[in-house]
């Protein structure tokens, strides 16, 4: 069991890392270019509308029972980063922008200086979701068709009739996803310590001044 848990988590931390790279791109880019937004969303709002267990089969038949299916799998599945990272990329205030082109900043610059920082909050959100979604991606697809992986042991138990093996994995897996969403909120909180910090100033800053207007 050890061995088959070691498995899954290193496949879905290389698929998470590719779906992490590739959904952040692929979202800033969709939400700093219109030309981009209109080439690309027609495509992910047809791939986000089919179930990801339907994508698993085909998947399969293209790219065996390897490693290389299992990320497959992951990067279509960890759609909230792309999504989340569109959407703050886009709520940044327009005000903002028109001070970027004001002076003349490239798009690499403006997106360091101008949309990342308003968009931070909501591209954590999508790599803390997409992650939990990836371990589900990760378990179905071995459950369907690997030979390791605790998927597979669940799915081997179950043709052995061994239902405390099956349960053991499910208890195993429901541990193993609460751990990852409280280890990367606890890593995410130190990425927004300093937006946590500027908030509590605003709100001093206000609480003084309705003090001096109320005098």
Request: hydrophobic fraction near 50%; aromatic fraction near 8%.
């Amino acid at each position: 069991l050890q061995e088959d848990l070691f498995v899954s988590l290193s496949r879905v931390i290389k698929g998470y890392l590719v779906s992490a790279v590739l959904g952040i791109v692929l979202g800033s880019l969709m939400g700093m270019f219109e030309n981009i937004k209109l080439l690309l969303l027609p495509v992910v709002t047809v791939i986000r509308q089919i179930p990801m267990i339907a994508w698993i089969p085909l998947i399969i038949l293209w790219c065996g029972i390897g490693k290389i299916s299992k990320m497959v799998i992951i990067v279509l599945a960890a759609f909230p980063i792309l999504v989340n990272t569109q959407n703050g990329i886009e709520s940044t205030p327009d005000g903002y922008i028109e001070v970027a082109k004001l002076y003349q900043l490239n798009p690499w610059k403006t997106f360091i200086s101008v949309y990342l920082p308003h968009a931070l909050s909501n591209i954590l959100v999508g790599l803390k979701l997409g992650l939990g979604v990836s371990w589900m991606a990760v378990v179905a697809a071995e459950l369907i068709a690997a030979t390791t992986g605790i998927g597979y042991r669940m799915s081997n138990a179950r043709s052995m009739m061994q239902s405390d093996v099956v349960i053991v994995c499910m208890i195993v897996i429901g541990i193993i996803g609460v751990l990852m969403d409280k280890g990367i909120g606890i890593v995410f909180g130190l990425f927004t310590l300093w937006k946590k910090a500027e908030q509590k100033n605003k709100n001093l800053r206000r609480e003084e001044h309705e003090k001096k207007n109320s005098y």
